[in-house]
């Protein structure tokens, strides 16, 4: 019998995606775990992997539909199987259907001839909106943009603008959005020509954008924070970094996050109420098993947590192997539901930016977040001799419901034990 491929709950506050592409066309094989379809949630655009394998007996929603979560979206079985969707529980699309009004609803799925992957049927434009065919993302990213669509050469199949091409697509100059008129304001001659005044610029808030807007509205008015603050000296840690970086090719090269990501998960291993989440309904706090740490990346139109698992169990060089593969997804738009969910603790590192300190909000239902600055060479007083040190603040976000205060101080003490002491980082 076949198996019905649902829409995946791809986040604890997931109600829908849209399907934005089928990978795997209707009459191709499929094996489980390749990747299916791409779905766009409030966080990405996501690639779904196939839960069976089979050949693909048919799409249930269209590219572009909007779908709530555990909606069947596919059937898979084998090859010229007949789908019994009263069986499956399913009703027969209409263009599935059999012409007489009284013949059951069944699909003959011919055995594929070719692997090669399908392409779509040609619309008439006019039945298209704006007489372009282009993916719903293509059109949001134009939108955003303020991108003509009518204007970009689509790379897609049957000439299908794609997410790509509006990237790769260049206003011309003749074309960009007139500037106002700059305003004559009177000045002595002696003062220099006053640049035109900037107009406005109205941009339309992203999917992303709207979903970390709620999530940390939520998450600020809803969650007591309270934050510990500590000094890190980073001498042994940077020195320590030079030297396994002179061991490494160019492109695996550890960072400075790399060791915070495994100092923090070593450390989490002794305060099990950091790395925690609290069940309000239930009046309970689940200490996680699992250290699974989060990094926040930034990719356009706001960020994205992905997830290190097990971070306490892996050596350093794995973790920035995959931290850097992770990151390089997000950034591409071509996450997996298992690269940004699941994790139990967070890190928010923005010292590449030169910034001192900062604070983060928590990201729920997690318990505790850790905000980077710059690691710094500043004056320091040691045994009442000034000289330069180099200094990184870190600031821990802890919920007040899970945990306190002197708790949070423990763990950013224990914390320095394995920055200060980076040796232990790679025992």
């Known amino acids: 019998m076949a198996d019905v491929l649902s829409m995946p709950k791809l986040g604890f506050d997931m109600a829908e995606g849209t399907l934005v592409r089928w990978v795997i066309s209707e009459g191709q094989t499929v094996t489980k775990g390749a990747v299916i379809a791409e779905i766009e ?6 690639e779904v992997e196939c839960a069976y394998q089979g050949t693909v007996l048919a799409h249930l929603v269209k590219e572009g539909d909007i779908v709530p979560v555990k909606t069947p979206i596919a059937v898979i079985g084998k090859a010229g199987e007949t789908i019994d969707f009263g069986a499956l529980g399913l009703e027969a699309p209409a263009n599935k259907q059999e012409s007489p009004a009284s013949a059951p609803a069944l699909l003959e799925v011919p055995v594929p001839l070719q692997t090669q992957p399908v392409e779509e049927e040609g619309v008439e434009d006019a039945e298209l909106p704006g007489g372009v065919r ?5 059109r949001k990213l134009a939108a955003e943009r303020g991108v003509d669509l009518r204007k970009i050469k689509g790379s897609g199949p049957g000439g299908r603008v794609v997410r790509a091409d509006v990237l790769a697509y260049q206003i011309p100059t003749a074309q960009a959005a007139p500037q106002p008129k700059s305003v004559e304001i009177p000045a002595p001659q002696t003062l220099a020509a006053i640049a035109p005044a900037r107009g406005d610029a ?9 979903a970390i807007a709620r999530r940390m509205t939520e998450a ?3 969650v007591p924070h309270f934050y510990v603050s500590h000094e890190y000296k980073m001498e042994a840690l940077v020195d320590l970094r030079k030297q396994v970086n002179a061991l490494l090719p160019d492109d695996q090269k550890v960072s400075v996050n790399d060791f915070l990501v495994k100092a923090a998960a070593l450390a989490l291993r002794e305060f099990p109420n950091l790395n925690a989440s609290i069940n309000t309904q239930k009046g309970e706090i689940i200490q996680h098993g699992a250290v699974n740490v989060g990094v926040a990346v930034a990719v356009e139109n706001g960020l994205l947590t992905i997830v290190c698992r097990d971070a306490d169990f892996k050596p350093l060089r794995q973790i920035s192997n995959e931290v850097r593969a992770l990151a ?3 950034r591409e738009g071509k996450v997996r539901p298992e690269d940004i969910e699941g994790s139990t603790f967070s890190i928010s590192n923005l010292g590449m930016f030169d910034v001192e300190s900062f604070i983060a909000i928590i990201n729920p239902p997690e318990a505790a977040i850790l905000a980077v600055g710059s690691a710094r060479e500043i004056p320091v007083v040691e045994n009442g001799v000034i000289k330069a040190g180099l200094r990184m603040n870190a600031t821990i976000s802890v919920d007040h419901r899970v945990s306190d205060g002197a708790e949070a101080a423990r763990f950013m003490q224990r914390l320095a034990g394995y920055i200060e002491s980076p040796l ?4």
């Not at 282009?134 to 293509?138: E, H, N, T």
């Not at 232990?424 to 025992?427: A, D, E, N, S």
């Open 41 to 46: 949630t409030d966080k990405a655009t996501v």
């Open 134 to 138: 282009a993916s719903p993302l293509a």
């Open 202 to 210: 109205v941009v339309p808030v992203s999917r992303l954008r709207s």
């Open 220 to 222: 600020k008015q809803q």
């Open 328 to 330: 390089g997804r997000a």
């Open 424 to 427: 232990r980082l790679l025992i």
